[in-house]
């Protein structure tokens, strides 16, 4: 893993292949291709400080794409991720309250409830976040498998996003598995702002979104995105995959501000934020 962008003293090595010119201070090597300790990535992905009074909710998703822009293969993801990619996708879970899935990548991923990692332990307690992320799953219908761990035995209890209009048998079948239920829309559907609202006021104020495509989609055309952590895999798919957002386009394209970039073994992990 190296850094590529912001571009500092650290970033390309001196022609000899030695320390690069210039070391930082705090002499870190940012710029040279070496496996980093979850606690750098950890720093590197960190959430803005809340600024003063109520912290406000920040939204990061975190994708992965191939060149030609699919966001899946055969269904799911793995095919096109890598060992860097989930060591960045554990990370991201490590520093977050709250993971936010829609209910078909959870029912086709098969998500099971995040664990709680020694690495990140320390930095949660000092955040006062509890051992490990809650999952939000996203759905309309609640057709779900409540048996499944993710709902059964979580260390935090699973939430279930739905409308006010949600089946009352189902809701009801939810909660006796264990998950909370929070009403984040008026009709069957979830309105993405009030999602945001309702896990803030939750105390859920570092969220990340997992997707899928149907679901980012929604929160990028409500607005509400703050970030976009995006690996791009140095691979071909052609056919017909998903993109990492879906639904329908925007009237203007929206424009996000590259914050960071790193590269390992020829895939990209950038960090891209609403300016
Ligand atoms: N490349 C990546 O980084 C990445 C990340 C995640 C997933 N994926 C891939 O994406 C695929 C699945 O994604 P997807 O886009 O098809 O589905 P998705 O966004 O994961 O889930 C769609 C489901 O979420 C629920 N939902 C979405 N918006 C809602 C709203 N506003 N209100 C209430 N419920 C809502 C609905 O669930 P109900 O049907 O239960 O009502 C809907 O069927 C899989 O192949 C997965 O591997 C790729």
């Given amino acids: 893993m190296r850094r590529l962008f912001p571009v500092t003293d650290q970033t390309v090595p001196t022609p000899s292949g030695g320390s690069p010119l210039g070391a930082r201070d705090d002499g870190s090597d940012a710029g040279q291709d070496r496996e980093w300790s979850l606690d750098e990535l950890a720093d590197a992905y960190a959430y803005p400080e809340p600024g003063p009074g109520e912290p ?10 191939t060149l030609d822009g699919a966001a899946q293969h055969e269904g799911r993801s793995q095919a096109i991720s890598t060992a860097a990619d989930m060591r960045i996708f554990g990370t991201l879970r490590g520093l977050a309250d709250v993971v936010v899935v829609g209910a078909e990548t959870v029912r086709l991923e098969g998500y099971r409830p995040a664990r709680a990692r020694a690495e990140f332990a320390r930095r949660r307690e000092a955040a006062g976040q509890g051992p490990a992320p809650a999952v939000a799953v996203v759905t309309a219908g609640l057709d779900l498998d409540f048996s499944l761990p993710l709902f059964t035995s ?30 984040a829309g008026d009709g069957t559907g979830v309105e993405p702002d009030r999602a945001v609202r309702a896990l803030a006021d939750l105390g859920h104020t570092r969220l990340l979104t997992e997707g899928g495509p149907r679901l980012l989609g ?5 607005g509400v995105l703050d970030e976009l952590c995006l690996t791009v895999a140095p691979m071909l798919t052609a056919g017909d995959a998903q993109r990492i957002a ?27 934020r609403r300016p």
């Fill in 56 to 65: 406000r909710p920040w939204l990061r998703a975190n994708m992965v794409s």
């Fill in 154 to 183: 979580p260390l935090v209890p699973t939430l279930i996003l739905t409308g006010a209009a949600a089946v009352p048998d189902k809701v009801a079948v939810a909660e006796r598995a264990g998950a909370r239920v929070v009403i």
């Fill in 218 to 222: 929604q929160f990028v055309a409500a």
């Fill in 246 to 272: 879906g639904g329908p386009s925007l009237a203007v394209p929206q424009r996000f501000a590259l914050a960071s970039l790193l590269e390992e073994e020829g895939f990209l992990f950038g960090r891209y």
